[in-house]
């Protein structure tokens, strides 16, 4: 079965730097979210976007910034990186409309970012 | 605001043996989504286990059963037989239907042969 691709699986960047991290949901998933899990923490919702539209947003920095574009990838970019930006970053993709109501969150193997 | 809480940072249990995550949570609402999540060296997210709160029954899934106590807002795993590749961390996690998920701290389960 598909599951959720995310690119890069790791990227290292020098502060101050710009990163791209891009995800492709599950085919007929509607909704995507992205999580940051610094080293020894439990993951944070960032964002989410349903059918294209921001539909919540977590503690995410004003340096960060996600769409969701006409075929349902997302991609979060990030600007002048620093040091505490060093965390894995999942994706998840969900079929929130015609989907079960408990909205299984299928997680990507997630994008490992390190700022030096 | 919802949150989740894991009071056991580590956890050590014996090849075959049965071993009892804890979870608590906090919430006003009450239609909503309890979780278990496994997270191996790989760091893969792995669904393990999923409750409904509106269901009184417990769930389970081959090896892993929870008990889903509403009232206390307590949610534990139990995993029987337990097997080396158990060996992970745990997240309990809650939603809202169609919402983000929020995760305990995790706790961090060893199996000794």
């Known amino acids: 079965a598909a599951g959720v691709i995310q690119s890069p699986r790791h990227l290292i960047k020098e502060k101050r730097e710009t990163a791209t991290l891009k995800c492709y949901p599950i085919p007929r998933h509607d909704t995507v979210y992205w999580y940051q899990q610094g080293p020894g923490q439990d993951p944070q919702f960032l964002i989410s976007f349903y059918e294209k539209m921001q539909s919540d947003k977590g503690s995410i920095p004003d340096r960060f910034s996600a769409q969701q574009f006409s075929d349902y990838h997302s991609e979060l970019n990030m600007s002048s990186l620093e040091l505490g930006d060093s965390a894995l970053y999942f994706c998840a993709s969900s079929r929130t409309s015609g989907g079960p109501r408990y909205n299984e969150q299928f997680f990507g193997p997630g994008t490992r970012l390190t700022v030096l | 605001a919802q949150t989740v809480t894991q009071s056991q940072p580590e956890m050590s249990v014996q090849e075959a043996e049965t071993v009892t995550l804890s979870c608590t949570y906090d919430?006003?609402?009450?239609?909503?989504?309890l979780f278990w999540y496994k997270q191996p060296p790989s760091r893969q997210m792995i669904l393990v286990i999923r409750q409904e709160a509106y269901k009184q029954q417990n769930a389970t899934e081959n090896r892993f059963s929870v008990n889903f106590q509403k009232a206390a807002k307590s949610f534990s795993l139990k995993i029987s037989d337990s097997q080396l590749g158990d060996a992970a961390m745990y997240f309990c996690a809650y939603n809202q239907e169609g919402g983000k998920l929020i995760f305990g701290q995790g706790t961090e389960l060893s199996v000794k042969p």
């Open positions: 919430t006003s609402e009450s239609d909503y989504y």
